[in-house]
């Protein structure tokens, strides 16, 4: 199997989250930061962000008022400017929706603006990767599937498909459900991370209240790399933290800048 990333980390705890949609009125930069804040306390060296790192262009005017930033041009500036920089932490992100500006004259890559402005922040695919973090085989899977909100349900499905085609993994993680979950599932590990934006128009409108968060997950391994057992630790938040329940602006949250 061909590996989009390989990860050499001196640390065994990775800090997975999901779904911010910079430019979106949910975005909730804070808590980013704030996990970022309990990483670097931790001595975690490695987030991995599961998409959507950007919220997108939209092609209907209906969604205008849910968005600060709609020129995805100016979405991947922003981003390279405000997402947490702290030394020593590098960001695996994925961004699984097909980014493109309106302007078919101007297409362009998301991560070709930000690669060129982050070096912490390293693009590993967009709906399905995978990755080797130490020994362990790891498929990170932010395909779309809305109509299904059942973590287990999903990750089943797409364990099963995975191991229908053959392919050698230890652990798959989505970023796509709005709740954290984990289970042994023959010999895998399979979970699912809570994402870290508020409701976007589309979650108001079929009543989804989303599950805010990330999880830290330590990974213990035998000499051969496979998984004895993972500590599984999520950080969850109310609406009381969110920035437009507790009338803070996202506009005007500062970057994290953290250097040694």
């Known amino acids: 199997m061909e ?7 001196s640390c065994n705890e990775v800090l997975f989250i999901a779904s911010p949609r910079l430019g979106n009125t949910s975005q909730q930069l804070h808590i980013i930061n704030d996990l970022y ?9 490695t987030v991995i962000n599961l998409g959507d790192i950007a919220d997108g262009e939209y092609y ?12 995805l041009k100016e979405q991947a ?8 920089y702290v030394e020593g932490i590098t960001t695996y992100y994925m961004d699984s929706t097909k980014h493109y500006s309106q ?3 101007e297409e362009f890559e998301l991560n070709d603006i930000i690669k060129n402005e982050r070096e912490d922040m390293v693009y590993v695919g967009d709906k399905c990767s995978y990755i080797k973090f130490n020994r362990i085989k790891m498929v990170l899977d932010s395909t779309s599937q809305r109509v299904v909100l059942d973590s287990q349900y999903r990750l089943r499905n797409s364990a099963t498909r995975l191991m229908a085609n053959k392919v050698d ?17 023959h010999d895998k590990i399979l979970m699912s991370t809570p994402v870290v934006h508020s ?3 589309f979650e108001s409108i079929h ?50 800048v953290i250097k040694k």
Do not use: M
């Open 3 to 9: 590996f989009d990333k390989k990860i050499n980390s």
């Open 37 to 45: 804040e309990k990483a670097k306390d931790r001595g975690v060296d």
């Open 60 to 71: 209907s005017r209906v969604y205008d008022n849910t968005q600060f930033i709609n020129n």
């Open 77 to 84: 500036k922003y981003i390279s400017s405000i997402y947490p």
């Open 103 to 105: 302007n078919k004259d």
């Open 169 to 185: 993994f230890d652990f798959l993680v989505n970023g796509t459900q709005h709740e954290d979950y984990i289970e042994r599932y």
């Open 199 to 201: 409701n976007t128009c």
């Open 207 to 256: 009543g989804i209240n989303n599950h805010v968060g990330g999880v830290f997950v330590k990974f213990y391994t035998d000499d051969y790399g496979k998984i004895d057992y993972v500590d599984f630790d999520p950080v969850l938040y109310g609406k009381s933290d969110f920035w437009d329940e507790a009338d803070k602006d996202s506009q005007k949250v500062k970057q994290l």
